[in-house]
């Protein structure tokens, strides 16, 4: 399944990453853990360590066992954002959505790619028996609040210093929608 966004930029194709993508998909998940260190608990020293086949592994494991999903965004045949959903994996919480490395980069940003991102692990989730998302965003990070709540997320929760960056701390808001 994939999807196509009308951009001003031109078209972006969004759709579930295939096992080709794990190169692009690493890089793009390592420039965001470099760039934007506030935005994610994942650190990126580890991350760097994990070589392409674990991201072509993760993608296929996904794909087989309908345990999640990694959506991309492609333009002119170069991945430009993604964002990943795992659903719980223990029957009382397989309706669950976790949503994590939602990254669009830089030069691609205000064209709404997150929030088609966003919709590509929602229209999956629906299919596959997610009834509710759920993410952790960090409150200092002001254009990703205002994309989850553009998108329908609600804020449920507050979780005090959730992340510790180079000795400061980092709130962040949980929040979740219903699909």
């Known amino acids: 399944m994939s999807n196509v966004l009308q951009t001003p930029r031109g078209p972006i194709t969004i759709r579930p990453a295939a096992a080709e993508d794990a190169a692009a998909v690493r890089e793009l998940r390592l420039q965001a853990l470099a760039t934007e260190p506030i935005a994610f608990s994942a650190d990126y020293a580890a991350n760097a360590k994990d070589p392409a086949s674990k991201w072509v ?3 296929e494991t996904y794909a087989a066992d309908k345990s999640g999903l990694i959506a991309v965004a492609v333009a002119d ?26 990254f669009v980069k830089p030069e691609w940003r205000g064209l709404h790619i997150a929030g088609a991102l966003l919709d590509e692990c929602a229209a999956w989730a629906r299919g596959n028996g997610v009834v509710i998302l759920k993410l952790g965003v ?3 990070n002001a254009p990703a609040v205002l994309c989850y709540t553009r ?17 400061v701390y980092y709130d962040e808001y949980w929040m979740s929608r219903e699909i």
Do not use: Y
């Open 57 to 59: 592994e993760r993608i």
């Open 151 to 167: 998108c329908g997320f609600v804020v449920n929760g507050t979780d005090p210093k959730a992340i510790c960056v180079d000795g």
């Open 77 to 102: 045949g170069q991945v430009v954002g993604m964002a990943g959903m795992a659903r719980g994996h223990w029957p009382k919480t397989r309706h669950i959505g976790e949503l994590w490395g939602v």
């Open 138 to 140: 960090s409150i200092a």
